[in-house]
């Protein structure tokens, strides 16, 4: 099956720093999506983004199909935004299942 | 909040027994998804339905069932419990197959 890998696996950063997240995949995808999973174990929406690029206020991503990787950044970060980040993939042509990477543990200290 | 509900919020129970989880799509979603997030295995997709019909499974135990009903909420069924079925399980909901998918506050069931 599809490989997927985020790298770093965790990440300390100080309040107010920007950060840059990977994801790299295995094979072709039909969609992408980036998640934040917050200390109460929610998965929060992000992005979805099979292709390009697009922000949403301090955060932005990109993916590059061809190249196989996308990129979620997050600038002038916040306490807030302490938790897991997940990219996941859609590689299945019938769209019917979401493979997960590993995470990137991000600890914003204030 | 996502729109997808997912009851009861916490589960505690012993080994051997049955459990049944609930989830309720988003407004107009017609797939729904189960996933798996153990320490060990990630989060890792189970199973998924459309429109009432299973559409696609994943590393789902045979302990492991699940159905969607008319009124498109859906169940998965877990029994002969074990130790490390010990997981949170999230529901999600998509309007349909590829399209993008939201996700329940999750079931965290401890098998003691």
């Known amino acids: 099956g599809i490989q997927v890998e985020q790298s770093p696996p965790d990440l300390i950063l100080q309040e107010g720093a920007n950060s840059t997240l990977r994801c790299n995949f295995s094979?072709?995808?039909?969609?992408l999506q980036w998640f934040h999973q917050n200390p109460w174990g929610q998965l929060i929406n992000l992005f979805y983004?099979?292709?390009g690029t697009k922000q949403n206020g301090r955060l932005s991503a990109t993916t590059v199909a061809t190249e196989r990787y996308s990129l979620l950044y997050i600038s002038s970060s916040q306490t807030t935004d302490s938790g897991v980040y997940f990219c996941?993939?859609?590689?299945?042509?019938?769209?019917?299942?979401?493979?997960f990477g590993g995470g990137t543990r991000l600890m914003v200290k204030p | 909040d996502s729109g997808v509900t997912q009851t009861p919020k916490h589960l505690i129970t012993a080994t051997g027994q049955r459990v049944t989880l609930r989830c309720s799509p988003r407004?107009?979603?017609?797939?729904v998804y189960w996933y798996q997030q153990s320490l060990d295995q990630g989060l890792q997709f189970l199973i998924q339905?459309?429109?009432?019909?299973?559409?696609a499974k994943g590393n789902i135990l045979e302990r492991f069932s699940a159905q969607q009903f008319p009124d498109l909420h859906s169940e998965l069924n877990l029994s002969s419990l074990e130790l490390g079925d010990s997981a949170l399980y999230f529901c999600a909901s998509s309007l349909g197959p590829g399209n993008e998918q939201f996700f329940g506050p999750g079931t965290r069931l401890t098998v003691l």
């Open positions: 407004s107009g979603d017609l797939s």
């Open positions: 339905y459309y429109n009432g019909e299973e559409r």
């Open positions: 996941a993939v859609d590689h299945n042509n019938a769209g019917n299942m979401l493979t």
């Open positions: 094979d072709s995808v039909n969609n």
């Open positions: 983004i099979p292709s």
